[in-house]
């Protein structure tokens, strides 16, 4: 008996990839044999609106990107998973209860060579609840330079929620310190020392027990930023990026998350890497956009295939036995990067992608080249550039992902 099995794509104002997602997926024409049934898939957006809590969902499993900014989701997403069962990515309440801050601390316990970093009280308070008399009550007056000194020169003083570059400021004395504290008002505040200087800045790109490591320049324009780069990381390198982005989105339960690294002597320090809603769009990817798509249909397929359960818990107590381990730290990685793997069941995803999606590279290697997906690049470049920049970029970004194909065209079959 054929059964269908539903993916909800639960969007704000993502173009792109949904769009390439949902073409995609059509021309896979997927019947796929699994556990004794043949599976078929549909797609459909999630519309915001009243339900009864009582009342069951249609989908197998939800792709989501709105629920840590927009409530109404996320409460809805808490609900599917815990009434229906059914698997979302991202986990919404390690998302909602994570601040950049737990993550330094968690993997600084894990052994990370996260920058040291430390947390300022907030500079000013609203008169509201009783934050006032418990500051002059308990709040205790310390000495900026020497929290400063603490991590020491220069450092970055940033909000320990962080997120889109937000009141980021580096500083290199003291009197920077106090000026970019003095303007920081409610916020609490990390320092974190620089990695000043470094080498090499990545991001991994995890989507489920996938990830892909890419080149980026912080100091580029916005298109510029994720470089068309190859080799920039030996094999170590590249293995150990791999293991801290599957690693720290196993530990929270993520599906879909980067991570942040700079490389000084030789060692990739991690500075951020609770981005629950990760650089997505053409404008930004542009050469690794396929990937992003071609992963997001492979691991929500699966998920939708097997039904995947939520994790409800994320069960951290493994990961700190191996921390107290006496062992080296790429000893450690090396092993919490099976429990990631095993978090993700990633051996039965090897299969099942090895299995029944075979035909994926070379569907989206077609559909990448079609004018469809031409017209959806310039729906999303449309939406960010000026009128006149229009043409010019879309041309950009087809041009980009024309070269991915080229580079693309031996893995399926074609001639370059
Ligand atoms: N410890 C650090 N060393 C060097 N550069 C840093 C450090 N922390 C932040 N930065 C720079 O500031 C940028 C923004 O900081 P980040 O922690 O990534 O904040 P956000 O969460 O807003 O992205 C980083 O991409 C990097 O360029
Ligand atoms: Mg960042």
């Known amino acids: 008996m054929p059964q269908t099995r539903q993916i909800g794509l639960s969007l704000g104002a ?9 073409e995609i997926l059509t021309q896979l024409k997927l019947d796929i044999p699994v556990n004794g049934d043949r599976l078929r898939f549909e797609t459909e957006r999630v519309t915001i609106e009243p339900y009864n809590l009582q009342k069951p969902v249609k989908y197998d499993m939800v792709l989501d990107r709105i629920s840590h900014w927009f409530p109404m989701t996320r409460e809805w997403v808490k609900k599917i998973m815990v009434m229906d069962g059914v698997y979302v990515l991202n986990n919404p309440w390690t998302i909602q209860s994570a601040e950049k801050h737990t993550t330094y ?3 600084m316990r894990l052994g ?17 609840w009783d934050n006032l008399v418990t500051m002059r009550r308990y709040g205790k007056l310390f000495s900026l330079e020497k929290a400063g000194d603490s991590v020491g020169w220069p450092h970055f ?4 929620d962080g997120g889109a570059w937000r009141g980021v400021t580096r ?11 003095n303007d920081s008002g409610t916020q609490i505040m990390h320092l974190q020392k620089a990695v000043d200087p470094y080498d090499i800045f990545v991001r991994g790109l995890g989507i489920g027990p996938q990830v892909n490591i890419m080149k980026y320049n912080p100091t580029a324009p916005l298109h510029a930023r994720y470089e068309v780069a190859f080799n920039f990381l030996d094999a170590e390198g590249w293995r150990t990026m791999t293991r801290y982005t599957r690693v720290i989105n196993a530990f929270f339960c993520w599906d879909y998350n980067s991570c942040e690294a700079l490389r000084q002597d030789g060692i990739l ?4 890497f609770a981005n629950a ?11 690794h956009f396929p990937w992003v798509v071609k992963s997001l249909l492979r691991w929500s397929l699966f998920c939708a295939a097997y039904k995947r359960k939520p994790n409800l818990n994320p069960n951290w107590a493994p990961y700190l036995a191996i921390a107290d381990e006496d062992i080296s730290f790429p000893e450690k990685l090396e092993k919490y990067d099976a429990l ?16 029944h999606l075979k035909h994926l590279d070379e569907v989206a290697w077609e559909f990448f080249g079609t004018e469809r997906c031409r017209e959806i690049f310039r729906e999303k470049v449309a939406a960010l550039f000026p009128k006149h920049e229009i043409d010019e970029f879309t041309d950009h970004y087809f041009g980009l992902v024309q070269f991915w194909r080229k580079t693309e065209a031996e893995r399926v079959g074609r001639a370059s």
């Open 340 to 355: 990631a793997r095993a978090h993700f069941d990633s051996d039965r995803f090897e299969e099942f992608s090895e299995t």
């Open 105 to 107: 601390a968690a993997m």
């Open 157 to 160: 003083i940033k909000p320990y």
């Open 171 to 181: 500083v290199k004395d003291p009197a920077a310190l106090q000026a970019a504290y």
């Open 269 to 272: 320090h991690p500075i951020d």
């Open 112 to 128: 990370f060579p996260v920058p040291e970093t430390a947390i300022l009280p907030a500079k000013e308070y609203k008169d509201e």
């Open 277 to 287: 809603c990760p650089d997505s769009q053409v404008t930004s990817l542009h050469f």
């Open 14 to 22: 993502d173009i792109c990839w949904p769009a390439c997602f949902e």
